[in-house]
């Protein structure tokens, strides 16, 4: 029989006291989290937080060291992603010599649920030329190309791990208003990972804050800065009292 939970009878991600370990040392640990449901999700911390590796571990590309992690229910199995979830790192997996139609041809191969005609309106809402080279595209085509393959599997959870890095504030701010837009209309959880929170200020609405492998912050945003301090300000204060006690 099968068991699996449907998406949307169990939260996106589930872990507990979750930790991973390299030749070099812990990249996370004693991590106890809950995502829930139709949030934007700021992931943030310095580089070396451990945002890319709870990531790794949330795709299944990394099993963890100690604890446990649920994806909708189900433990990841390291043989692929969970059916309801769409991964995008930094650097974004286009063939430059394929055409954006022919890059959503590979999406409709590559993914059961795909919807052809959801990620095509995502590239004409963008104003991306279908028969364009990837290879010939701005970097902000490029992004929404990228969004358009990730979108058009209809995920319930988007994992984004640094998309906006190479983006020109412009375009990081139009990429994001046409993401944010998506998720909100389609009801998918987004995970979005940065180590700059101010460019996510405004737009997330629960927040996860790392620091040196260990979550300092994490809650509603709305909850976070009932106090009246500025979301950023207030992580800068976290991540510099725990600096303090490290060099103590």
């Not at 998406?7 to 990249?27: C, I």
């Not at 912050?217 to 709305?222: C, E, N």
């Amino acid at each position: 029989m099968n068991t699996r939970r449907q998406p949307d009878q169990a939260l996106p991600v589930v872990t507990s006291a979750v930790g991973k370990k390299y030749r070099r040392g812990w990249a996370l640990r004693e991590t106890t989290l809950v995502i829930p449901r139709n949030r934007v999700v700021a992931l943030v911390g310095p580089n070396g937080a451990g945002k890319s590796t709870l990531m790794g571990l949330i795709t299944g590309l990394l099993r963890p060291t100690t604890g446990g992690i649920t994806v909708f229910g189900d433990h990841p199995t390291g043989k692929g992603l969970h059916p309801a979830v769409s991964y995008l790192a930094q650097q974004k997996p286009l063939y430059q010599h394929f055409t954006v139609t022919e890059t959503l041809t590979f999406g409709a191969r590559t993914n059961p649920t795909w919807d052809q005609g959801y990620a095509e309106h995502l590239v004409a809402q963008a104003g991306v030329p279908m028969g364009a080279k990837v290879g010939t595209l701005s970097g902000g085509q490029r992004t929404r190309v990228s969004l358009a393959l990730a979108l058009g599997k209809r995920p319930k959870l988007l994992l984004l791990d640094e998309p906006l890095a190479e983006l020109d504030p412009l375009a990081r701010e139009t990429v994001l208003r046409a993401l944010i837009t998506e998720a909100r209309d389609q009801h998918i959880t987004v995970v979005l990972s940065s180590h700059v929170l101010a460019e996510l200020e405004g737009v997330c609405d629960h927040l996860v804050l790392l620091h040196n492998g260990r979550i300092l912050l994490a809650g509603d945003v709305r909850d976070l800065s009932a106090s009246g301090v500025p979301l950023g300000q207030l992580a800068l204060d976290r991540m510099r009292a725990a600096a303090q006690e490290e060099a103590a």
